[in-house]
């Protein structure tokens, strides 16, 4: 299978990943574009498993204030290099990430942030609207309302607010970001302010 340049135009667009990337997946995936954004993605989770452990110490604090002056937003944005934190894309990203906690409103970062007490509160609740099925069913109810629970309330499991993302997950984005940078880029915290909350 011949792979051709608009075919390779055509993945980048969907997917952003390097020119290079994009034929390596087509070429190994013998032209059959939804396998080769597959694949483009494991490769970044791999590349995003590998950098993980790399001190991320540079980075900026983005900040953002709603129209209106009624809603502000700061998170860092944490990588390895002064060089990656002037990158475009780096910053852009860091915008995107205020943006989707201004407009999400997440309470917490990642899943394990929130706390024991939040979590069994809210079981007990999945557990009172569901009685009277039997207790393995409840518990695999509850887990599936659970996931539903973070992806509401912690930034890494939302779904992006902006539509060319077509709802992938803040994390997805990050690991792709990862992927195509090549350096560990953490979120590292963030505040709201709501005016009158």
């Known amino acids: 299978m011949t792979v051709t340049a608009e075919m390779v135009r055509e993945l980048r667009d969907k997917t952003n990943a390097g020119i290079m ?10 032209g059959d574009l939804q396998k080769a954004i597959d694949f483009l993605r494991k490769r970044g989770l791999a590349i995003a498993a590998k950098k993980a452990g790399r001190t991320a110490a540079e980075g900026i604090i983005g900040s953002y204030i709603h129209h209106g002056d009624k809603i502000g ?13 002037r990158n475009s894309e780096f910053r852009e990203f ?14 917490y970062l990642k899943s394990e942030e929130v706390p024991q007490d939040v979590l069994d509160r809210e ?4 557990r009172a609207q569901i009685k009277g099925k039997p207790a393995n069913v409840i518990e695999k109810i509850v ?19 902006r539509p060319e993302h077509e709802g992938r997950k803040i994390k997805d ?23 009158g909350a």
Do not use: H, W
């Not at 990430?97 to 409103?105: D, E, F, G, K, N």
């Not at 079981?123 to 999945?126: A, S």
């Not at 090549?182 to 302010?193: D, L, S």
């Open 123 to 126: 079981k007990d609740i999945f």
């Open 143 to 161: 887990e599936g309302k659970l996931s539903k629970f973070y992806e509401s309330c912690c930034l890494l499991e939302q779904p992006s607010v």
């Open 21 to 30: 990337d994009c034929k390596v997946a087509l070429a190994e995936t013998k």
């Open 173 to 195: 984005l990050l690991t792709d970001l990862i992927a195509k940078l090549g350096e560990n880029i953490v979120i590292k915290r963030f505040t709201r302010y709501q005016l």
């Open 94 to 107: 860091v915008k995107m990430v205020t943006l989707q906690i201004a407009s999400a409103a997440p309470a």
């Open 73 to 85: 937003v700061m998170v860092e944005v944490n990588c390895e290099t002064d060089f990656v934190a």
